[in-house]
Structures are given as C-alpha cells and as structure tokens.
C-alpha cells in the first residue's frame, strides 16, 4: 500500500510539472502582467486530512507556487498574440482557449472576467431566502435568482442567524427561516444576534450538568451544551465514576474547592467534580448519580465552619483552603469560610456587612441640590471578608445609588448599591421648557434625580427652578464655567417712593425690599449652588470661599401707572453682602442614614405663589375705592357741619346752588387726580391730592351754596369757612405736586451666580493622601487649595501635594406677610404681631378674613399649629395643625387660615367701641402657637411655643372674591390640543366662595348655567386659595369663553364676569419629514448611508407642523420602543426644525421620534436606516496600455498613485504620484517603455489598498 502511495505521488508531481509548462505556452499575449497577492484565492481548496492527503496538499501548493512565482519573473518572456487567444465559455463562465469545443454556448471572444453574463456577485434565491457568493450573473438569472454586484452578500437579507424550530437550530436567514417555519407549522423565532454557527447550534442544548463520556473510556463532568461541542455522548445527572459508564474515572479520590463554586466537593481521578463533601461517603456518591444541594448535608441553609460538611451557605461563606492548623473538613485542609466584612467603613462609624452585601459612601451632606466641592460617590462591597471601594465616576458623573432588602436569614436586611448616571442636564432642560408654568413642579418631580428649588425674597421677586438634587462637579484648573453657573443669575427690581415731611424729604423702598438684606443673598447661593460646584460653598474638609457677586444698580422713574420712563432713578439699591461659606461647614459631614433611594422623590416641593405687583393699576384700585367712599361721607358731613354752624335746613333748600356746590366737590377731586397723573405720582399721593382737590371744591361749594343763602347770618361764616378750604386744599396740591413727595423709581440688585474657586494656598493638600480606601484624585485634590496638585495621576497611589451631630432645636423667627396690606411688628425670638399695615381699626384684621403669611426655621422642620396654648411640652403630644407644606420638611412654613369671629372661645380681652359711624365695633385678641421640630434622631424642637398674635375686629365683609389674586389651571388663554372636547379646570380663589359660570356674558349669578366644585371648609385651604373645580365640555377647535362669578360666604357676588378663554388647537401635530443625514448624503428611513469609519456621526434631522403653536414643538428620541427619550436641539426650546447627532456603528439600526407641544399634541413616527461600512480597500481590476498612457481600473471610485521604484511608499508622500485628481474608476498615467508600475489604491472612505505587486510592460 505504501508503495502504491509513493507511486502516485511522483505521478501528481509530474502532472503538476506539465500543467505548469502547458499554462506557461497557453497564456494569452497582454501588453501587462499584474500580479497582487490575494491570500484567501485558495480558501475553498478542500483537502481530506491524513498522510496522503496532507502530502497531496502540499504538493499542490508547490505546484501553485511555483508557477504564480514562475509567472512573476520579469524575464520570461510571453507568447505573442498571434498564438492561441483566450475566450469565455458563457454557460460555465470559465476561460478556455479559442479552439475549445466542449461550451454549450458560443464562445465569447474576451475573458470571462470582461464579460457582464459571468460578473461575479451574490446571487439570491426569493423563494427559499438563500444567497450565494461569487456567483455568476447569468448563472444566477437563468435559476431564477436576484443578482447583485455585492460579491460577498453583505446586505440584510443575506445576513445570517439563528432559526429555532421546535428542538432544532439551523444557521440560514431571516427569510429561509420563516419558510421553514412555515414548512413546519410554527412561528419564526430567527435570532438575529447569533452570529457564530456552533453557538446557534448549541442553543438546543441544555445547561444540565452530567457525565460526558468520550472515546478511550475518558469522561468529562459538563453541561449537555459543552459536551456537544466536546463530541461526547451525555449522560445527565451521572457522575463520570458510575459503573454503568464504564469509564477510566474511579470516585472521591481527592476533595477540593471547584471553580466557580463556593462550596466543597469530593473529586474522581480523573480530576471531575463529584458531590458535594460529605463524611458519609456513600450518603454523598449517591449510587453514581447527581445529589442536589437541597438534599445534600445542611440542607437548603447551608453551613459555615463544618469539619463534616462542604455545603457552605450560599453568598454568606465559601470553600476555603487553610493551613491544616484551622478548622478543616476530616478529608482534606479545606472549610466554608465565612466571607462577611466585620466592622466595616460606613459612613459614620462602622457597621457589620455579609457577603455580597453593597452600600455607598459619600464626602459629606448629599441631595436637596447641594453638594460639597471635591466631593464624589463611592461604591463600596464586602467581597470574600474583604471591603473594597471604589469611585462612581469623575466630579459626580455618577452617583450612588442604595437601597435595603429584607432577607430573614440576614438581621437588618440586605443592601445593595450601584453608580448610575448623573444627569443633572435633565433637571435644566424641565427649567428651560416649563420655567414659569404650572407644569414646572409636576414635570421636575418625574425626575428622580432633579428637585424645585424656590426663590422668595418680598412679594414679588419669586420665582422656581427644577435644579439636579446631585450637582455634579465642574473641573476647578479649567479656568472654565463648566457647570452653566450663570443659569442661576439674577436681577430683583425694587420699588422705591419719596416720602416728605414738613421739613425734610426721604426715600422708602415699598417693593422687593427683603432683596438687599442677607435673606436675598441666601436663597441666591442656595440656587447657584444647584447649578453644581457654583457660589459659596465648602471642600470635602469642611473650608470654602465666597462666591458670586451683588451689586446695586440704578433703575428707572415710574410713571403713575407703574411703569418704568426714559428717566434714570436718582440712586442705586443698597447691596447685601455675599453670602458666606461658612454658614455650609457642616455640609462636608456625612449624615448617616443619608444615601440616595432609586426613585426617590424631593424631600420639599416649593410652589411658586401668585404675584402682586406694586403698582397702581393693584393699588389704585383699593384707593380708588376708598376715594369713593370718602365721597359719599363728605356728601353727607357737609350738610352735617352747615347745620352744626347754624344753617337751617331750609336754607340749603334752593336746588341750583348745591348743585353746583356738589359740581365744583367733583371738578376738584378730577382736578387733584389729573394731576397727580401729570406728575407721575404715588397711588397714595394721588390719593391725598384727590382729597384735596374735593376740599378746595367743598370750600367753593360752600361759598355757592352760600350765595344762594336767604340767611342774614349765613354769608360771612359761608365765606370764611369756603375760603378756609379753598387755602387749605391748594396748599396740600401745591406741596405734594412740587415737594418731590410720591415719586417713584426702580432699583435693581444684581446677583451674579460665579464658578466656585478653592482656596488660597495648599496647607491642607497632603489631607488628601489620608484614606487608603478613597485615593485622592484630581477632583479632589484641586478643591483643598489653589496650589494643590496631583502627582502620579494614572497610577494606583497618586499623591497630592501643594507647590513652593447638632442638639439645637428649630429658631423660629419671621419671613414674610404675603396677604396684602399686612405687616409683622415687634418681632423677636418669642413671637411676632401681625397687623394692617396703615394703621386702620386699630391695625386689627377683620373677623372671617384670610390671612397668608410664613415663618421660617434656621434648619429643615416639620411645624405644627394651634389656637390653643398645648397643655404638654412635646411636640408629637401637640394637637394642631399642619402648615400649607403638611409634613414635610423645610424651612419656610406657609400658613393660611381664616381668622375666627371674635365671639369664638380663642379670642379674649374684648372690648368695644363705635366707628366713625356710631356702629359699635368689637375688638378681640387671638394666638396661635408655634412647634417645630427637626429632622435628628432623636428630633430636637422648641420647648416654648412660638407665638403670633393678631388683634380681630368684627364688622361686615363687603369684598366679593377677587379674580384678579385667582390661580387658573390650565392658565387663562391656555392651548389645548387638537381634538379636545373637554377639559378639567382647577381655580384657586382668594376665600372660600360658591362659584358658577355660563358660556353666556352677562347673566346673573343665580341664573348661570353651570356650577363648580367649591371647597369652602378652612382645612380644605391649598397654597394660593380654595379650590374649585369643574369640567367644561362641547369645546370647539378654536377660542371657547367661559364667564365665571363667586358668591362668598358672606354672600358678596361679583358684579363682573371673569372671562375665561381656552384654545383648542385647529391642526393635528405633524412630522412633516425625517432626514438623516452624513457628509453629503441625505436619506429618509430605510436609507442607507455609507462610510468608511466607525463610528458614523449621523445628523437626523426632524421638522414639524400644525399643532397648537404652527409646529413649534419639543421631539425626543431614543433608540427603543419603550427606552429612555432624549430631548433634541435646540434644548427646552419650540422650534418646527430639531436636530439631533447620534453615533452609529455599521449595521441596521432603528430611530424613535416623540414630538409634542405645549398643548399636549402628540406624534410618534419610527424607521430604520442603515449604516454600511466600506473597510475594504479599491481593487484594481483591470489594466492595459491604451495610446501613451497606462490605463488602470478599479472596482470603486478611488485616487490611485504610482511609484516607479518599490511598494515602500505612502499616499502622501512626494514619491507618490497622482493618476487622477478626483476620485474615479479610471485611472491613467504616462506610457514608459521599460517601467516598472507599484501603484497604491484610495478609495472615498480612506480605505488603502496594499501596493500592487508591479505592472511592467511584456
């Protein structure tokens, strides 16, 4: 045999040799010859393995070589072209030589290569879904099949993957699988993820562990899905030593710890695993089959430290070699160790953790928008008795997350952590879209990372923000803003008034006072500091800087209508200073307990409270009702004070002369009020020369009526006391018009939120250094001095080094009286008063009116409230009530109620007296006590009672519900979205009343249609009023009216109808288009871009239309049905165009677009598109002599360049030289005799092509 063997090999070798010379003499003569490695031309050889065939192989391959090498000599010299010529045998695309006879076909006389029937490409099959490579054109279309120039099948339909059916898998494609699955009766399950053959094939496999016998008696203990790939036959739940096996393996000849186990286990001889240990041997081989650990010793609990048992109890302990000294099982120096960390770092004090066990460490105080600088996130785990920790991210990039979960085999529970992202952008894009509306809080709150942060300096200047609860840091040696610090900038206008005495003259500030003093300067920092490491704060050691910057500006003059003129205001606001670090010491102590809770929601939701601008349009109209009644009693003491003077009533009987008395009373107070207008003054001072005005009238009207007097006694008294008036009125105009008093002005207080800077010097940088289990970083370093540094960032141990718990309980003390024309007095550390701010019915409030004011606390409180004086000292023992902010903590306590009557049991020290009127008025005293407690454990609150005191007076209410303080949800004139036919509405009014409406102006409040939902009880109080609710319906694209009126608990109805507007929107919204786009190229869904480079920044673009706002709208995208949204440019912003950058690899991938507007119009749309990735270099196909140049083709467009002496050179060097100066097919250079031709390939995509070997004339 082996000598046959031996013969046919000489006898291939010779047939190789003759092949070689007969291919030699029947190459077709060309100008060229181009010779260019391509190592994968033999990949399809097939060769059986074994001696002979690895020596065939061999063989062939000299062979091969020898003549591609033959062939390459430059000197051998080539058959001219009148010899035998090459053609193209069309039915089997094979070049032969001109004279063949066996093609079915007619002879093309070319190669086949030039030829479009035999273009090679991928040839698809539509009905059974299968491509094949390399096929030839024509081959392809008479089978019935769809050819394309893509040689290798790269397109989707092509792509291969997994087809499960039934308990089979079968590597095809998408479309050979759902025929198959037809074929078979079942649904397509393709599993487009598996790429690899063998893994789909193993998909079928189970995961059950037992004996893998294999040939030679050898067995491996594996899953069914190993031993497939291992070539074995499987035996479940046997081990390799069972007798029935018949294997080489002998049972429990060692004991040993098993990878990936934790617990001990007897092993065969084979080095297999077997049970788990157990010193009853036979209990634990189980007759040569699998024993469960349930059924093994300990049982499903498992245990720690046995010298009898290896079923260590499962995360709490592990197997465990020792030294033989320790505890160990009876056959062998192994145990279950327990893996629990004692005493382990918390982040105040320490606390025991098991195996397994996670939680999170932090620099100092976290949440409520606050963080210290330099301050980061750790990690840390209990790992095999072992505390590791480690770092979430740089400047708080991410954050910790913790969370506890009851486990009755662990006292306490067990806790877990992880670092998720930070994303603090998406707490300012809700500021940005909903800053200002009624959606702000609602929206913020979604995010569990983000939190209101609200500014309440004076009546007016509030405003609210959603700000990140976690800052994240900002890089302190950038010199940059990184953290948007300037978000949080603000301008307060105030309201000042000149105010003059008979002598002198000064100014008042009437508006926005509190935003020069320190409580200004507070709230401001606390909102910068929001925005990150921002304004004044301190370092992870506790020591800061003071930040940001307030300064006083001069405003503008007012008009008496309140509004600001060209006129520059005679002086600046007075600026409060900074506010300083160091009231943020304690914030760089961790708070134990304290860790950030997955969907944790705001421990304080601020609410913005309606505002109530100073300015005459809200004042005039208190005065201007004041003024009228002072009309009416002038009207009716003026005949009073003629009689009293002695006028008998038949003197003022003539009609004419008091009408024109009363004409000139009215002409006087028009005359008064034209000027004050003229002159930009005060409401008050319009007020006072209104009054005037009609004093001067009354004195012409005495002298009227007097002229028209038939008394003998009456004329000089008339006239003395007429002319009395007329002095005394033009006196008061002419010093109130020219003494300056009542003139107004703006001035503004700025604050400029800044970058945080460290501070000065570096005697604290080595600080650093101190904690083994936190390793100084960058961050942390910069933040204890400007001239800390880092040394040895990238390494484990870097070096920073510097260049040449509270007992006190809540202080309660004043904030603000919000309701209108009330102020605090006699503030001290006990109580306070609250009383009319003009003084009237001896400063009381009238009985059954509300009153809406804070309190604020030097710390986060809870506060409760009473009318009663709490008879036991403790604040869980107090009964009362709840602020405006319930039970939550902060340090601004709303109150609003509705002051008692004065016969009710609160009210004491009565007394009584009679109004200008004679009506007998009755006045009350009533307190209301104050306890807040903190946020301790145990909590810390104030013993003595704070205490209001409010002085009550009895008397009618005359005022009907003021529209004008209501808040409206939707708003007034609010959007709705198309289709809307009905809609909830929510007011919130200023006291509690009945409320109706009708979609008719004009009616009588009795005859109105439609009723609200009014609560009216004092408990049912919310911050901003009483509710009242409805449903207003049959709503019509376009504007809807409603004309709303209240009746209050004193039955006032409003005269007026408040006209309420909603605005359903005409049009649907649209998207209109979605292009994506890259470089030049422009596509809609299911396009294809090209590229070259991974990854492919791909601009989508998305426009909209109609809506609510003529296709203004916020899009969002995401690349999942139901994943996470992300908002597109430009960020908070209603645009029609939106634009978003995302970065795509090669492949098919998929784009989610949510758009709406803000009134609530929606449109979803989705598509795919596909990134296709050229990384393979132009090939030259082709290349001849044509005229005086050197042609040459490629298979795609490319830049070529040749070098005349080797393949050594590159595309940008001088040596390379251009063929063409664009991209093309084609390319050309000069025609040299004699020239060896190395060329280099470019294509669009920047893909090189290897250098071609040489292109040498014949």
Known sequence: MKKIKNKIEKIIFLIAIFQILLLINLTPAESYTIHQTYSSATDSLVINEGSFGNKLKKLLGIGVNLLVGFLSIDEIGFVSAATLATSCCPSTCNDVVSTFTGCSEELIPTTCANTDECKLGCCFDPVEGLCSTNSPKGICGENGGEWSSDAICSSSKCKKGCCVIGSNA??????????????????????????????????????????????????????????????????????????????????????????????????????????????????????????????????????????????????????????GTETHISDGNFVCKDLGCKNAIANVGTQNRVNGEKWCLYDGSIGDGKAVVGSEHWLAYCHNGQVNVERCGDYRGSICQQQKIDDPNIPGGFTTAACVINNPTDCISVTQQY????????????KNQCMIRSVSVGSNFKFSMCVPKYPKGNDLTSGQDGNGCALASQSCSEVYEKVCGLTECHWECKANCDCESSTFAKQMNELCMSMGDCGSNVNILGKGTSNGKISGKKGKVLDSDGKETDKSGSSSASAPSVYSWTNYVNNAKSVAGQYVSPGDISDYVAVTFGVNDYSVENFSADMFGWISGATGVLAYSIPGALTTLGFASTAVSAAAPFCYGAMAIAAGMALGAF??????????????????????????????????????????????????????????????????????????????????????GGDDCEKCNNDPLKPCTAYRCSSLGKLCVLKNENEQNPVCFSLPKETNPPIISTEEVLTEGYNFKNANSEGTEIIKSDGSQQGCIHEFNNILFTLKTDEYAQCKYSFQKPSVPGYDQM??????????????????????????????????????????????????????????????????????????????????????????????????????????????????????????????????????????????????????????????????????KCKDMSGNINEEDFVYTLHVSEKELKIDSVNLMYGTQKINFEGDLKSGVEPVSVNVEVKTSGGGYNGKSYCFWGVSPSGNRWMMSPIGDQVVTHNQIVSEIGGSHNIYIDCQDDAGNEVSISGGFTVSVDSLPPVIVRAYRDGATVKVFTDELARCYYNKNNCEFDLNDKAATPMTTSYSKIHTAPWSPGTIYYIRCRDSFGNVASCTGGISPS
């Open 170 to 323: 079968i590597f095809t494609t998408d479309q050979n699988c759902a025929e198959l699955s037809s074929k078979q009766g079942v649904e397509k399950d393709f599993r487009q993820q598996i790429q690899i053959e063998r893994n789909c094939l193993a998909l079928t496999a189970s995961n059950f562990e037992g004996a893998c016998v294999l040939s030679g008696g050898n067995c491996k203990f594996e899953s069914e899905k190993q031993c497939l790939y291992d070539g074995g036959n499987f035996h479940q739940d046997y081990l390799c030593s069972n007798p029935e096996l018949d294997t080489k393996c002998e049972k429990q000849k060692t004991t040993n710890c098993a990878s990936g186990k934790n617990k001990i286990y007897w092993f065969d001889s084979c080095g297999n695993r077997e049970n788990i240990y157990d010193s009853d041997k036979e209990k634990s081989w189980n007759n040569g089959k699998v024993l469960t650990e349930g059924e093994s010793c300990g049982g499903s609990d498992g245990v720690m430290s046995s010298t009898s048992c290896g079923n260590c109890k499962q995360a709490l302990s592990t197997c465990s070699q020792t030294t």
């Open 435 to 446: 800053f200002g509306k009624d959606e702000l809080t609602d929206k913020c709150n979604e």
């Open 675 to 760: 000027l004050g207008k003229m002159f930009n003054k005060s409401p008050g001072v319009i007020a006072a020369l209104i009054t005037a005005g009609g004093i001067a009238g009354a004195g012409i009207a005495v002298i009227l009526i007097t002229a028209g007097s038939t008394s003998s006694s009456v004329p000089v008294v008339g006239w003395i006391v007429g002319g009395v008036l007329i002095v005394i009125g033009l006196i008061i105009i002419l010093w109130n018009l020219f003494s300056g008093n009542g003139d107004r002005e703006t001035r503004y207080v700025e604050y400029t939120c800044q970058p945080w800077t460290a501070p000065n």
């Open 879 to 1044: 009964v009362g009530e709840y602020p405006i902010e319930q039970n939550l903590f902060g340090k601004n306590h709303t109150f609003l109620f509705r002051i008692p009557g004065v016969d009710d049991a609160n009210v004491y020290d009565l007394t009584q007296q009679p109004d200008e009127n004679g009506s007998i008025v009755k006045y009350g005293k009533l307190n209301m006590y104050v306890k807040c407690e903190d946020a301790q454990n145990p909590p810390n609150y104030n013993v003595k009672e704070y205490m209001v005191n409010f002085c009550v007076n009895s008397g009618p209410d005359l005022t009907p519900v003021s529209f004008n303080e209501a808040i409206t949800n939707p708003e007034n004139n609010a959007i709705l979205k198309f289709g809307a036919t009905e809609k909830d509405l929510s007011f919130l009014i200023n006291e509690p009343a009945e409320c109706k409406y009708d979609i008719n102006e004009g009616k009588n409040y009795d005859d109105m249609q439609f009723s609200m939902d009014c609560k009216t009880e004092i408990s049912d109080a919310k911050l901003g009023g009483w509710p009242c609710t409805t449903k207003v319906e049959n709503l019509i694209p376009g504007d809807n009216k409603f004309y709303f």
